[in-house]
């Protein structure tokens, strides 16, 4: 718990000063892909509550289904810290009480990044990040892009 | 409807005890069964709700190991649609054995209701798991309340169906017990037909139940013996309806008999008693007077004894009819004494009245009855007394303000009468004992007929007496006041009688010879001018010719033309309508004096003809003569 409340006092300046001037992809080394969710360019906070959970409908009226990686893929570790400021034990028990209460539709969880590309492009109103080192995923899927 | 006499019948006594013992077992059956279906529900959602756990929570360990959340939303979405559910919850087992809710559904869900697991109105069951991230267990809570509602909807059916189970056979029982009763009750309408005589009712369709069957049969045998019986007393009735007839005929034959017997009787009689009296009016030798005074005194006992049976006859006919008159009754005691007073002064023996306080009372009756009954009484009095005296006694028993009850007490020192003479003395034709008729005569009538008048008088007589010492007759009487100060009968002395007819012209219509000679004779010598009329239609033609009469004495029984009719003629003619008109017959029934009236005759004299009473009605018909008439 401190050690959630210790990072988002860190990361809060931080995503302050960058939202203004850069997109998400700035702050991480992410790259945001969705599938018909109307979204341009968010920022990091509104990239994170989407992830965790807030948002059930796109402006596209699409449904908003979140992709994330399983405990197989080796960049859910990082990826829970950087993006949901959570460690991966705490980003699965997250989810577990948001689908528990019924507050959030189940994520997808997918063992690599090639499948969560393959799975977004498939799937209208998924969303997720993949890590920028991988190879890109297509262009149309793209709505944040490192530079 | 009569209620009452539904509650008491067959059908509703059949039907009772089976309505009692089928809601009785419907309502045990209404109250068992839903329990026994409340505790299978209540095992049956229990397991349920345990499975639904062990699911939650096995979704939850493939969440946390293997990522699968899609299972566990869809093993939520399944437990919170699942009825009767309370809510679910993961709670989270700490290192230091607390436990710590983790998440619940839905998330406004109180804690301590979720920790404390004994909430009240919940039904609790869980379910561990194991992850190496997490450890715990679900907890799925159903609510009892929701429970109760599933239970009570389940239920619903069950209670209609028995409450259709309970009219339906309530139904059948009753069509049952009317089955059952109808027949009852047709052979009960049969019996009741056959109770009022209508021995033609159809035999009722036959009845399923062997001793129905049995009872119809015997009604049916009853109604053909009565019918048959019927038949047979149909025909012993119209024999006796012949018979009957025939009696009728014979006694309406008697009674005419009789009263044309009275007639011929009388007629010779009137003759015989009044040529005796003209005759004893006239200058005789001692012996003739005696014979002449013997044949009236004989004329008179027969003339009595002719009374009798005819009253008798009366009597028993049922057509005795009493006068209701103003009378004295002073002149009742004074004709008493002038009869069997003057009869028992001859015998020499005494004869007194006492209490005529009511001597001057006028009262509302039959003087002429009471007369007869007191006048039967005294003159037995005088008759079987040899010495001593004869004495009526009047007291007064009861009044009120409209009627008075007076005792006649005819005491004599007589021969008396024994205990077994006296029982057998009102009997008809009976005297105390055949020596009696030998020696004293009579017909055995007059006491007779005496209590049947005191009966018809709303009294009665009653007889005390020792042998040798006396008798005491007793003749009560009620008597109603007159109101009325109006004209008493023989109020005047006969002389005046005879006076009023002084100088009077009467016509006397008469057929016979005798008659007309003693009439005339009796009336003349009163100073009246006389013209005799052989019969009615004579006597109409004198009127014709002459009207100036004062009164017409008419005999009734005529040839030619009877006194009915000729007096029905003269009352047609306007200048003979207020023409006096008085009846001489030896007919006295009530029916001839009715007939007399509606012919239009004024008044009525018996026959024989007693001058005194002849010369009273006659009086009395009469206005007073104007001065110097001649």
């Known amino acids: 718990m401190f050690t959630r409340l210790l990072l988002s006092l860190l990361l809060a300046p931080l995503a302050a000063s960058a939202a203004p001037a850069a997109g998400a992809e700035k702050a991480s080394g992410f790259i945001l892909i969705g599938n018909r969710t109307g979204l341009e360019d968010p920022d990091l906070a509104a990239v994170r509550a989407i992830f965790r959970g807030e948002q059930a409908i796109w402006p596209t009226r699409e449904t908003v289904l979140v992709v994330l990686p399983s405990t197989r893929a080796d960049f859910s570790e990082r990826f829970a810290q950087e993006i949901l400021q959570l460690n991966r034990n ?58 | ?129 194991n992850t190496p991230d997490l450890k715990g267990s679900v907890i799925l809570a159903a609510s009892e309340e929701k429970l109760s509602e599933d239970i009570r909807t389940l239920n619903l059916p069950v209670y209609r169906t028995l409450g259709v189970i309970l009219v339906l056979s309530l139904f059948v029982v009753a069509l049952l017990a009317r089955a059952l009763s109808h027949p009852i009750k047709t052979l009960t309408g049969f019996a009741s037909q056959l109770r009022t ?40 009735n119209r024999k006796l309806v012949v018979a009957r007839d025939a009696a009728r005929d014979a006694d309406r034959a008697k009674s005419a008999f009789v009263a044309n017997m009275s007639h011929e009787i009388r007629t ?14 006239t200058d005789l030798p001692p012996k003739q007077r005696d014979y002449l005074l013997k044949i009236s005194r004989s004329g008179r006992t027969l003339a009595g004894i002719v009374n009798d049976i005819l009253d008798f006859s009366k009597i028993e006919a049922g057509a005795l009819e009493l006068e209701s008159i103003p009378f004295s009754l002073g002149e009742v005691l004074e004709q008493v004494d002038a009869i069997t007073g003057e009869a028992a002064r001859e015998k020499g023996i005494s004869f007194s009245i006492t209490g005529t306080d009511h001597a001057k009372t006028l ?33 007064r028993r009861e009044s009120s303000a ?52 005191a009966e018809a008088m709303g009294g009665t007589i009653t007889v005390e007496s020792v042998a040798g ?57 009163s100073g009246a001018k006389v013209v005799i009329a052989g019969n009615g239609a ?71 003809i007693v001058p005194d009473r002849l010369f009273e009605v006659a009086a009395r018909c009469l206005a007073p003569a104007p001065s110097g008439a001649s």
Request: proline fraction near 5%; include cysteine; charge should be positive.
């Open chain 1, 90 to 147: 705490g980003m699965q028990r997250h989810w577990l009480a948001l689908v528990f209460q019924g507050r959030a539709r189940s994520p997808v969880f997918l063992d690599s990044a090639a499948a969560i590309i393959d799975f977004v492009r498939k799937t209208p109103g998924a969303i997720a990040m993949v890590p920028a080192s991988e190879p890109g995923p297509p262009r149309d899927l793209v709505l944040s892009q490192r530079r």
């Open chain 2, 1 to 129: 409807m009569n209620l009452g006499r539904i509650f008491r019948g067959v059908a509703f006594r059949i039907w009772l005890p089976f309505a009692v013992a089928l809601s009785i077992s419907i309502l045990a059956l209404g109250v068992y069964y839903p329990r026994v279906q409340e505790n299978l529900f209540l095992r049956v959602t229990e397991q349920k709700f345990t499975e639904l756990a062990r699911a939650t929570a096995l979704s939850v360990e493939l969440s946390i190991d293997r990522d699968a959340f899609a299972s566990l939303a869809k093993s939520i979405e399944v437990t919170t649609k699942s009825n009767s559910f309370a809510f679910v919850a993961i709670v989270q087992r700490m290192s230091d054995g607390t436990e710590q809710i983790f998440a619940v559904n839905p998330p406004e869900t109180p804690a301590p209701v979720v920790l404390r697991r004994d909430g009240r109105g919940l039904l609790y069951t869980s379910a561990p798991f």
């Open chain 2, 197 to 236: 005589g209508h021995y033609s009712v159809a035999t009722p369709s036959r009845p399923y139940a062997t001793e129905l069957k049995e009872l119809q049969d015997t009604l049916v045998e009853l109604r053909d013996s009565l019918s048959a019986a019927r038949l047979g007393n149909d025909e012993i």
């Open chain 2, 268 to 281: 010779p009689l009137n003759a015989v008693l009044g040529l005796a009296h003209l005759a004893l009016q």
């Open chain 2, 363 to 395: 009262f509302l009756g039959d003087p002429l009855r009471i007369q007869q009954v007191l006048v039967n009484l005294t003159g037995n009095a005088v008759k079987f007394t040899h010495q001593g005296g004869v004495r009526i006694d009047i007291e």
């Open chain 2, 402 to 453: 409209e009627t008075v009850s007076l005792a006649f007490r005819v005491c004599d020192t007589g021969v008396g009468l024994t205990p077994a003479q006296m029982e057998k003395l009102f009997r008809s034709f009976s005297q105390a004992d055949v020596s009696t008729t030998r020696t004293y005569g009579g017909t055995g009538l007059g006491l007779v007929i005496s209590r049947r008048l």
């Open chain 2, 469 to 525: 010492q006396g008798s005491v007759f007793t003749f009560t009487t009620r008597l109603r006041l007159s109101v009325e100060g109006a004209s008493v009968r023989g109020s005047s002395p006969p002389a005046e009688h005879r006076a009023r007819l002084q100088g009077r012209r009467l016509l006397v219509a008469e057929d016979n010879e005798f008659n007309q000679e003693i009439v005339r004779e009796l009336l003349e010598r």
């Open chain 2, 538 to 608: 004579e006597a109409l033609q004198t009127l014709e010719r002459d009207p100036a009469f004062d009164l017409v004495l008419m005999d009734v029984q005529m040839p030619v033309m009877d006194g009915f009719e000729a007096a029905r003629r003269i009352r047609q003619q306007p200048a003979l309508a207020r023409l006096t008109v008085i009846a001489m017959t030896a007919n006295v029934t009530v029916e001839d004096r009715k007939r007399c009236r509606e012919a239009g005759m004024n008044d009525f004299v018996g026959k024989p």
